[in-house]
T-cell receptor, first 112, second 111 residues
């Protein structure tokens, strides 16, 4: 167990809807990174938050947005869901300096 | 485009054998390298990280790094059926604290 938690575990949405995924980082970690993992692929970096500011973004459209809160927990929001957004969404926490990232259990999103 | 390449496998080895998993990366400025294990339907679990050229051992696992060849590998000694999983190689990109992952290599250890 890494101490990183995510909710919900599974989610089913329809195309065009919006979704919010949540992540609580490991105690002592101030950085949260979000990844999307499609079936049979490695995780793809979406964005990272450090002390409530976005600290890097991957090649994802603006309908993917996020927040980090003062307690370092984080949200990933996806608007106008598309079928290709179906994936495992992973949150990883780390502390500044050491770059070892520890993953939460993930949220499995299915878009119908 | 910074890339991390892995053979998708599956790599099949008998129980007790040495499994060798390989990874190459394109960003010559990369400084940190990670191996994660991912069981089907689960999230990635950190096995090892390596920063310096050479070997790093942790129990049955040995990570090997050759920055000149842009190559990193993971050796698993005395492979067990419980080692059957997908192994993801990840590289920290120069200038960022984010990771680029390969697609993973599936390892199958038969009893």
């Amino acid at each position: 167990e890494t101490g990183v938690t995510q909710s919900p575990t599974h989610l089913i949405k329809t195309r065009g809807q919006q979704v919010t995924l949540r992540c609580s980082s490991q105690s002592g970690h101030n950085t949260v990174s979000w990844y999307q993992q499609a079936l049979g692929q490695g995780p793809q970096f979406i964005f990272q938050y450090y002390r409530e500011e976005e600290n890097g973004r991957g090649n994802f459209p603006p309908r993917f947005s996020g927040l980090q809160f003062p307690n370092y927990s984080s949200e990933l929001n996806v608007n106008a869901l598309e079928l290709d957004d179906s994936a495992l969404y992973l949150c990883a926490s780390s502390s500044q300096g050491p770059d070892t990232q520890y993953f939460g259990p993930g949220t499995r999103l299915t878009v119908l | 485009q910074k890339e991390v390449e892995q053979n998708s496998g599956p790599l099949s080895v008998p129980e007790g054998a040495i499994a060798s998993l390989n990874c190459t990366y394109s960003d010559r400025g990369s400084q940190s390298f990670f191996w994660y294990r991912q069981y089907s339907g689960k999230s990635p679990e950190l096995i090892m990280f390596i920063y310096s050229n050479g070997d790093k051992e942790d129990g049955r696992f040995t990570a090997q790094l050759n920055k000149a060849s842009q190559y990193v590998s993971l050796l698993i000694r005395d492979s067990q059926p419980s080692d059957s999983a997908t192994y993801l190689c990840a590289v920290r990109n120069s200038g960022y604290s984010t990771l680029t992952f390969g697609k993973g290599t599936m390892l199958l250890v038969s009893p």
